[in-house]
Antibody
Framework: EVQLVESGGGLVQPGGSLRLSCAASGFTFSNYAMSWVRQAPGKGLEWVSAISGSGGSTYYADSVEGRFTISRDNSKSTLFLQMNSLRAEDTAVYHC???????????WGQGTLVTVSS | EIALTQSPATLSLSPGERATLSCRASQSVSRNLAWYQQKPGQAPRLLIYDASNRATGIPARFSGSGSGTDFTLTISSLEPEDFAVYYCQQCDSWPLTFGGGTKVEIK
C-alpha cells in the first residue's frame, strides 16, 4: 500500500522559511516523479512543483518560481520542498503526490498545513 | 498557462440522479486531462485519466469524455458517497493547472 506522509508545516512569519518533507513507502520511490500540490483554506487545488524520478528535472508554478526548491533523496524515499521568502498567500495545506503517466497524481498524502502570518 | 473553467460551480442533485460536470480548457489539451474527487478533510482521489480512463478501483458509474478543449465527467446514478467536490487537471503543458472545482451537493 502506498503511503505518503508529509511533515514540517507550521506557523511562520512573512519572509521566513520552512522545509517540508514527504516520507514515501509502498512503492519504488526512485521510479516515480513526485509533486507538491497546495490548497489554501476553503479554496481549490493549486499545483506547486514537480520533480522527475532521478531528480534531474524540476518544474515550478510561476507563483513560487525562485522562492521554492523541490528536491528528493531516493536513498531515503523522501521528497522535500524548501520554501523561502514566504508570503501570506502561501498559506495552505501542502500535499505531496505520486506522479504517473503525463504528470497526473494517483496517490496523495493528507497534507501539512503552512500558515504564514505575523 | 492553460486555464481550466469548471461548470457549474455547484450542482444540487438527489441520490440516484445523473450528474454532468463540465471542464473547458483555454486551449487544446488533447486528451491530457484528469478528474479528481475530494471530500471534506480528505486528500483528492484520482477518478479519471487521459480524459476517459477510470483509475484503479473507480466504480463504473463514473465516466469521462471529451478532447481538445471540452470535457465532461458523468456520474450515471449518484450514490450518497459521491457528494463531494470534483476537480479537473490538465497535464498537457507546464505549468500544470487545475480547474476551480464543482461541488456536487445533496438537494
Amino acid at each position: 500500500e502506498v503511503q505518503l506522509v508529509e511533515s514540517g508545516g507550521g506557523l511562520v512569519q512573512p519572509g521566513g522559511s520552512l522545509r517540508l518533507s514527504c516520507a514515501a513507502s509502498g512503492f519504488t520511490f526512485s521510479n516515480y516523479a513526485m509533486s507538491w500540490v497546495r490548497q489554501a483554506p476553503g479554496k481549490g487545488l493549486e499545483w506547486v512543483s514537480a520533480i522527475s524520478g532521478s531528480g534531474g528535472s524540476t518544474y515550478y508554478a510561476d507563483s513560487v518560481e525562485g522562492r521554492f526548491t523541490i528536491s528528493r533523496d531516493n536513498s531515503k524515499s523522501t521528497l522535500f520542498l524548501q520554501m523561502n521568502s514566504l508570503r501570506a498567500e502561501d498559506t495552505a495545506v501542502y500535499h505531496c503526490a505520486k506522479v504517473v503517466g503525463s504528470y497526473i497524481f494517483d496517490d496523495w498524502g493528507q497534507g501539512t498545513l503552512v500558515t504564514v502570518s505575523s | 498557462e492553460i486555464a481550466l473553467t469548471q461548470s457549474p460551480a455547484t450542482l444540487s442533485l438527489s441520490p440516484g440522479e445523473r450528474a454532468t460536470l463540465s471542464c473547458r480548457a483555454s486551449q487544446s489539451v488533447s486528451r491530457n486531462l484528469a478528474w479528481y474527487q475530494q471530500k471534506p478533510g480528505q486528500a483528492p482521489r484520482l477518478l479519471i485519466y487521459d480524459a476517459s480512463n477510470r483509475a484503479t478501483g473507480i466504480p463504473a458509474r463514473f465516466s469521462g469524455s471529451g478532447s481538445g478543449t471540452d470535457f465532461t465527467l458523468t456520474i450515471s446514478s449518484l450514490e450518497p458517497e459521491d457528494f463531494a467536490v470534483y476537480y479537473c487537471q490538465q497535464c498537457d503543458s507546464w505549468p500544470l493547472t487545475f480547474g476551480g472545482g464543482t461541488k456536487v451537493e445533496i438537494k
